[in-house]
């Protein structure tokens, strides 16, 4: 697979045997509502990250195959930017694209959201796989399980 347009020219995502991650939830919006809870910038920049949402920075959303993705945040005094390309995009079922850090461009993961009718609510599963080592798995599963549960928790609060 070919790096991202804004990685390094040696970033390259990484064997399948590398470290991943899977996390499901049932969440109580229809699929259409979490697809765009995850496409429409000002409804992203109101539950991603680990700050607010004056803290966001959702720079470029250019969700279509090839488009590319820039977010940035600060957190801790820090400001963190990750990058990616869209790789597959499928309104309302799922959406596949690279992810890196700007402070490690080379180090190119993947992510797969899938999003499926269950009743009136959404089984969403989030797979993020061929990351560099273990620490980076851990500290991903930590940002990720943290975002998912503001994200149900704007569904719950009738923020999104």
Do not use: N
């Not at 259409?32 to 004056?54: F, I």
């Not at 995009?89 to 890196?100: D, H, N, Q, S, Y």
């Not at 969403?124 to 500290?139: C, I, P, S, V």
């Amino acid at each position: 697979m070919p790096a991202p347009a804004d990685a390094s020219a040696s970033g390259t995502v990484r064997d399948k045997t590398s470290p991943s991650l899977t996390i499901r939830r049932r969440i109580d919006a229809a699929p259409a509502r979490v697809w765009s809870a995850w496409t429409d910038p000002e409804k992203l920049a109101r539950w991603w990250g680990p700050g607010t949402p004056q803290d966001m920075r959702v720079t470029r959303l250019d969700v279509r195959e090839g488009g590319a993705f820039h977010i940035g945040f600060g957190f801790q005094g820090e400001d963190h930017d990750v990058h990616g390309v869209y790789q597959e995009v499928v309104p309302g079922e799922r959406l596949v694209f690279t992810w890196f850090w700007k402070s490690t461009p080379e180090r190119v993961s993947l992510v797969t959201l899938t999003f499926r009718p269950d009743g009136e609510g959404c089984l969403f599963t989030l797979h993020h796989e061929q990351f560099f080592d273990e620490a980076a798995r851990l500290g991903h599963t930590r940002g990720w399980t943290a975002s998912i549960d503001k994200l149900e928790a704007c569904f719950a609060q009738g923020d999104i």
